[in-house]
Each structure stands twice: as structure tokens, then as C-alpha cells.
């Protein structure tokens, strides 16, 4: 066997066991939390609120406008400064999910002002309040139309995780990075890495195509 | 005849643009009346201050013992309740996409009014049988042809047991092929003495349905009486150059 497959196939482990225990947890906690603040945040922002309005536009404004590695190097390194030490997986949780949080609060929005606003019209005509019309008529019909914008955003943020290994989070590139380090095989483990993040992202995507499946059965 | 809707001095304006002038008019309890009018000249609006999907600057509104004075700020318990005391069809049936016909027709009573959902199933199969739809009860509206969405909306307006039915231009949407069974529909709650306000295009209809017309033109209510003195008016130059110019052929 040649000395670079050797390589490769003893670090599937590692890497992948990394994978396991930091990437997919890290994604999906994060992502979990993106979620919640990204409805409240379309929701604010379809609403009549003025300073609330104005509140969360600036969050998504400033998170969507600025790079997620400077994020996470503010909150890590720069918080302690001002008093704010976190763990480097709280850190990077509250980055994660406030930056696709700010991406995703787009996805929903576009999602909900791309409903017909005769639906609006007929659910507030049999009487309904508005969390009624929401719960019952523009949130099933939300779940379907923002599904694929949705799933970019949840791919944005597993790739972006590999950014935790800058502080100090031993994600699967952070191990690539190591075991780089002794074998000098960059691009055999570098590869070996890419290949592991698109198995996990062709997973997100054929998920994706199974729930849109269900979710259009209507249409 | 008793009154059960009624504006008093109703103004609505877009922006600058005054679309409804000191509208006072009553409706009557069992009574089909239907609204004509050029277009743009207010009468869709109209119907969608009743249920306050359009909110008037000044005047009031009484549906049965509520009030409501537009001057003020209106409140959200005013404003479900008076929804919940009417129902409205409209030109393009926004039936919901992602329920069956039989829950698009039970939804209201459920969610709304809280009504149990074995008794509602069976009432809302009885109104679907009644708009000749009952086979189609487990489709969903995508399936449906315009004319049938259009029925399954008039059952679903009718599930809540409305004091009265609003129809936004029912058929304005639809081939005349498929206005015919609509109307079909239409004519019949108004043999049964349902309290139907009607804004439609549709002058042959207007005559065959209507107890009473409304005739608006520029946000003003222009003739308000009985069907047949609306027709036989040959002295007003207004009305008698809209039924020739809807009557082309």
C-alpha cells in the first residue's frame, strides 16, 4: 500500500469521529437556535413595531454585513475585554446561530411576504386573530416555500463551523489541521476533509428533497 | 324589514384619493342585494368595510348589536366579532392550498368558533352536498377546477353561519362555462332567503337574483331600490348608459 492511501485511511477515523462529536452537534444546536431567532426576527420585521423594527433590522444588518470569522474572533477574543469570557463552544454557539439566524430571518421572511395576501384576507374574514392565520394558514405554507433557502442556510452554517477550529474548537478541520502537521500530506488530508463536510452536506440535501416531497403534496 | 347591517356617514379614503363619500345604507335581513357599478367606483370596497378588511375614516358601522365608530380606534374584540358575524366569497376563492376541501370548509368553525369536529365534519359534508361536491371532499383545492374551488369557498363562507354572506365578484375569475354553476349556487341561498350582499359585473344575474340594487359611481351611492325600477329606469342617463355599455352585443 502506498504511504499517502495508508495516511488517509487511518485518519478517516479521527476526522470523522470529530465530525461527529463537534461539527453535527455544533450545527445543529446552533442551527436550533437559529431558527427561533430567525422567525421572531421575520416576524418583527413584517410587523408595525418601529423601535422593535429597527432593533432587529440592525442585528441582521450588521451580522449579515460583516465576516463570520471577524465575529467569531470578536466574541471569543475580544469579549473578554469587556469583561464577557466564554468558553470557546458558548462563543462559537452564540456566533453561529445569531449569524445564520440573521441569513435564515431573510429566508422566512421572503417565505412569508411570498403567500398570497388573499390567504391573509380569507383566514381574517372567518374571524381569525392573527396567531390564528399564522399558526393555522401561513405557517404550513411558510414550511414548504422557505425549505430550500432554509437548507442553504443550515449548509451555510455546517461548512462555517470549520471556522471554530480558529478558537480553539477541535472540529474535523482543526484534527486535519494536526494530522497534516506530522504526515505533511496537505493535500491528502485537506481532501480527505472536504470529502467528509460533502457527505455530511448530501445528507442535509437529500433530506431537503424527501421533506419537500411530503411538504408539496398539496400543490 | 329588519336592518342588519348599516353604515351612517361612512367616508373611506387611499391616501388622497376619497373613495367612498358619506356612504348611509342599510342592509335587510333575508334580502340579496347586489352592488353595481363602474369599476373603480368603490362598490368591492364597500363590501370589504362591512368585515373590515378596509378600515373607513369616519362614520359607523352596526351589525346587529355592534357598534362601531370609525372615528375611534378599533378594537380587536370589535373587529373578530364582526368577522365572525359575517363571511365573505371572494373573486379568487383563496381557498387554503394545503387543507382538503372538507377541512378548508371546517376550518373556521374549528379554529374559530371552537365547534366540536365530529359534529362539524358531518355539517361541513352536508354543505358540500349541498354545492354538489361531496366527492371531492378528500382532494385538495389545487385539483379543483375554478368553479369548484369557488363552491367549496361558498361552503366554507357558509360553515360559519354567517348573518350574512358577502360575495366579492364571485365569478369574475371564471369561464362562463363554469360562472353558470356558480351562480347556480348563488341563486339558490337567495331562494332560501339568506341575507346576501352581492358586488358583481353580471347584469343578467343582477336581475334574476337581486331583491334590491346598489348602483355606485365615483364613491357614491347613485340608485338604491328594487330591482326591476333599477331596469326599467329609463330617465336616468347614468344607469341607462351602464346597462347599454355592459350590454354590447
Partial sequence: ?219 | MDTIVSFTDMNKHFNEHHVLKNINVQFNKGETTVILGPSGSGKSTLLRCINLLEIPQTGTLEIESLKVDFTAKLNQKDRLSIRQNTAMVFQSFNLFPHMTVLENVIEGPITVLKKDKTKMVSIGEQLLEKVGLLHKKDSFPSQLSGGQQQRVAIARALAMEPKFLLFDEPTSALDPELEGEVLKVLKALAEEDKSMIIVTHNLNFARVVADRILFLENGEIVFDGKTEQFFNNTENERINSFIQSMQFI
Fill in chain 1, 1 to 219: 500500500m502506498s504511504r499517502e492511501l495508508e495516511i488517509v485511511l487511518n485518519s478517516i477515523w479521527p476526522i470523522l469521529k470529530a465530525g461527529l462529536i463537534v461539527t453535527i452537534p455544533l450545527s445543529l444546536i446552533s442551527f436550533a437556535i437559529a431558527l427561533v431567532i430567525a422567525v421572531i426576527t421575520a416576524l418583527v420585521k413584517l410587523s408595525n413595531f418601529r423601535v422593535l423594527k429597527f432593533i432587529f433590522s440592525t442585528y441582521v444588518w450588521i451580522f449579515r454585513g460583516t465576516p463570520l470569522l471577524v465575529q467569531l474572533f470578536i466574541v471569543f477574543f475580544g469579549f473578554p475585554k469587556a469583561g464577557i469570557t466564554l468558553d470557546p463552544w458558548t462563543a462559537a454557539i452564540i456566533t453561529f446561530s445569531l449569524n445564520t439566524g440573521a441569513y435564515a430571518s431573510e429566508s422566512i421572511r421572503a417565505s412569508i411576504l411570498s403567500i398570497p395576501k388573499g390567504q391573509w384576507e380569507a383566514a381574517e374574514s372567518l374571524g381569525m386573530s392573527y396567531w390564528q392565520v399564522l399558526r393555522r394558514v401561513i405557517a404550513p405554507q411558510t414550511v414548504r416555500i422557505s425549505l430550500p433557502p432554509i437548507t442553504n442556510d443550515f449548509i451555510d452554517l455546517l461548512k462555517g463551523t470549520s471556522l471554530a477550529a480558529s478558537i480553539t474548537i477541535a472540529d474535523m478541520f482543526m484534527i486535519g489541521q494536526q494530522i497534516t502537521a506530522f504526515t505533511y500530506e496537505p493535500l491528502a488530508i485537506y481532501s480527505l476533509v472536504a470529502a467528509i463536510y460533502l457527505v455530511f452536506c448530501t445528507v442535509l440535501t437529500t433530506l431537503q428533497s424527501r421533506l419537500e416531497k411530503s411538504a408539496s403534496k398539496y400543490v
